[in-house]
């Protein structure tokens, strides 16, 4: 990258440094998650779709929240016809038929309101990883199989309204959970966005006709012009012009190119019209060969275990044990099959507790809130909750560490001039040009309240840089190449080291005679100093990771305080780097705001965007810092911290009634007359279930 230092800053060449490294930007991974984790519970698969990702998701939401409020209107006549509820109440509603309409009832329950959880269970099963679905599939299934069996002549108390209120919440914190997360992620189809959808193809004669991409074929001609976006990669035969490529490579500032030069697809033209010969179309493309890597990360992130699923697993193998140990020593104990079977469905369904379905999901949905009060949009939760374990940080510099913009950070003014001058002569012709140096000085004459003089015949030189008269005065602003092709004297010094420090330098030349120089930089931002710092003070690692040049990556770190840097790295070396660190064994959190840190973003155990970025970063990253402060980095690490806290303790209120429970319901105490009754069940759980929500609103940032 680091090209010739005069050409360094040919008007534009320059800036290399810049670079962005945008790229790495993850875009996609992100998608990628959510679907992987879908949510939750893991693994998931919550019915039949999760594998296939994100366009259902919003159909999933849609789908649970129908599911809940059908379930939950059938589940009133199902509690009022229960006799078990009646006798609670202590009333009786009982009439001829009754258990018949109230069987109907629960089996749609079951079978509409149940038919996620239990297909999730089917393939849990099949995967042989017990979770959520196959306790919640467990417990149903043995409720409304027993209590289908009282209706039709087994003795014993049917546990229909037990069956339709486990249903009617295990939904409702599905849904909760599913609305919190957010709609997956639609990374890929934000990178194919940056592609137009047509391209004006050339004819024999020259004429331009208007063709959707596909029908394009290499060797075509292709004309481009300025504003638009190149349709492919190609090279250039015909017309000069800047092109940004920072969505795509990071490089900051728009490249000048012109004959022979190639250039990529989704790229942006911004002066001069273009005539270009496809060289690569469709999946050869750089753009299509980043959606591939994107995709891959996504696909190789492992299945994130949750913590509730890991306490379902434990559940189900104890509710089978439990269950089983209570059928055997009733029997044992010279009991009848029916009561042995109604205390082990007793166990079985108690095992089940309806907290647990709304532990995780309250505590989401709380923790999503307070984050994006602060301006953090969590798309993954559960590499959100990861972020706790973190050791390192790696940034992309520009944009992220840096605004992306360029400032005046020096200006030697030669001997008679004061800096102003040098500043306001500059300005005031720079206020004419479109481009990132011009802009950088005019912001830096404006922060000073310098005043512009008139100007008059302004002109642009390409690759050499401006002239214009200011207040009568002939004022040029010129690249090194200038100053060296006209044998004009200055400090080689000072202009060295400057550009070691991969300044952009431009000399400022009164009436042909050199005045000055203007050295301008990519702008530190002051929070990515204070997030540093807090980072190290936590003990974590932080690490620079860019495509610029080592002695800019230098210069920043060293203002910065970060000690370990890896500069010149391609966009798609960027996920190597990150697995590199990885395989120390470290956590690893990526910030970056481009294209070409979508794989990288995608590889990180966390891909944190900067808002500020592109669409494509932030559908691919697992959080999006929405104000593009570094700070929010650490905030989000510490709310991850406190989530997970409110979790765990969740998760304890929501199986602890469970060690008190289960043994009542076995009837461990039926020798000295107490015997859990299924009511008495049903006001525990419902006690467990409001502590949890209570708790989970107590989550404070």
């Not at 798309?379 to 510099?397: I, M």
């Not at 911290?641 to 009542?664: E, H, S």
């Amino acid at each position: 990258m680091n090209r010739e230092k005069d050409s360094k800053h040919e008007h534009h060449s320059h800036h290399e440094h810049a670079d962005h490294d945008h790229s790495k930007h993850s875009s996609h991974d992100h998608v990628h998650h959510h679907d992987d984790h879908d949510h939750g519970h893991s693994d998931h698969n919550h019915g039949d779709h999760g594998s296939h990702g994100h366009h259902d998701h919003g159909d999933m939401v849609k789908d649970f929240k129908k599911r809940f409020y059908i379930s939950l209107i059938l589940t009133i006549p199902i509690l009022a016809l229960s006799p078990m509820i009646q006798m609670f109440l202590g009333v009786d509603w009982r009439f001829t038929g009754d258990m018949y309409i109230l069987f109907a009832l629960s089996t749609v329950v079951f079978f509409y309101g149940g038919w996620p959880f239990i297909t999730g269970a089917i393939s849990e099963l099949k995967d042989k990883n017990p979770g959520m679905m196959t306790l919640i599939g467990l417990a149903i299934a043995i409720a409304y199989g027993y209590s289908t069996m009282v209706v039709f002549g087994w003795q014993g108390d049917q546990l229909f309204w037990e069956l339709a209120t486990l249903v009617d919440i295990m939904l409702l914190g599905h849904w909760i959970e599913m609305r919190s997360v957010m709609g997956a992620s639609n990374a890929l189809e934000q990178l194919v966005k940056l592609m137009p959808n047509e391209a004006h193809r050339l004819d024999e004669n020259d004429q331009a006709e208007d063709v959707p991409l596909s029908e394009l074929k290499n060797d075509d001609r292709v004309l481009v012009k300025p504003g638009e976006k190149i349709p492919v990669d190609g090279t250039i035969l015909d017309g000069k012009s800047a092109i940004d490529e920072s969505m795509l490579t990071g490089e900051s500032v728009p490249v000048e190119k012109g004959k022979n030069d190639e250039v990529i697809g989704g790229s942006v033209n911004k002066e001069g019209s273009l005539t270009i010969q496809v060289e690569k179309t469709g999946e050869d493309s750089y753009l299509s060969q980043v959606i591939t890597m994107v995709r891959e990360a996504q696909e190789s992130k492992s299945r994130t275990q949750d913590l509730t699923n890991r306490a379902a697993k434990w559940l189900f193998y104890l509710a089978l044990a439990a269950g089983f140990l209570t059928f055997v020593v009733w029997l044992l104990l010279g009991f009848s099959i029916d009561v042995a079977v109604q205390r082990m469905v007793t166990v079985m369904v108690i095992t089940c507790p309806h907290a647990l379905g709304l532990a995780a999901p309250l505590v989401v949905a709380v923790s999503t809130a307070i984050s994006a009060k602060k301006g953090l949009l969590i798309r993954n939760r559960a590499n959100f909750e990861g972020a706790r374990n973190l050791n390192a940080v790696v940034f992309d510099k520009t944009g992220t560490l840096t605004k992306g913009e360029f400032g005046v950070t020096d200006i030697i003014a030669n001997e008679g001039y004061e800096k102003e001058d040098i500043l306001k002569f500059a300005a005031s012709v720079e206020q004419h040009s479109e481009h990132p140096i011009a802009a950088g000085i005019v912001r830096s004459a404006e922060g000073k309240n310098l005043s512009f003089g008139k100007v008059t015949d302004f002109e642009s030189i390409t690759g050499k840089g401006i002239q214009g008269k200011v207040d009568g005065k002939k004022i040029n602003v010129v690249s090194p190449g200038y100053v060296t092709n006209n044998n004009l004297e200055y400090d080689q010094n000072t202009f060295n080291d400057m550009s070691e420090e991969g300044k952009t330098v431009v000399f400022v030349l009164l009436d042909d005679q050199l005045i000055g120089m203007i050295g301008l930089a990519d702008m530190v931002r002051e929070t990515a100093k204070e997030a540093i710092a807090s980072l190290k003070e936590g003990g974590i690692h932080p690490i620079m990771l860019t495509g610029d040049n080592q002695k800019v990556a230098d210069w920043v770190a060293k203002q910065l305080g970060i000690e370990e840097v890896h500069a010149e790295v391609l966009p798609d070396d960027k996920a190597n780097e990150v697995k590199k660190i990885q395989e120390k064994g470290w956590k690893v959190a990526m910030t970056g705001d481009g294209v070409n840190d979508a794989p990288a973003l995608a590889t990180a155990d966390l891909g944190i965007a900067i808002g500020a970025g592109t669409d494509v970063a932030m559908e691919t990253a697992d959080v999006v810092l929405v104000k593009s402060n570094p700070n929010d980095v650490v905030a989000l690490m510490d709310l991850s911290k406190k989530t997970y806290r409110k979790m765990v303790q969740n998760l304890w209120w929501a199986t602890g009634y469970n060690i008190f429970a289960i043994p009542l319901a076995a009837g461990v105490l039926a020798p000295v007359g107490i015997v859990l009754s299924p009511a008495v069940g049903a006001v525990l759980m419902s006690l467990s279930t409001i502590i949890v929500a209570i708790n989970a609103k107590l989550l404070r940032a």
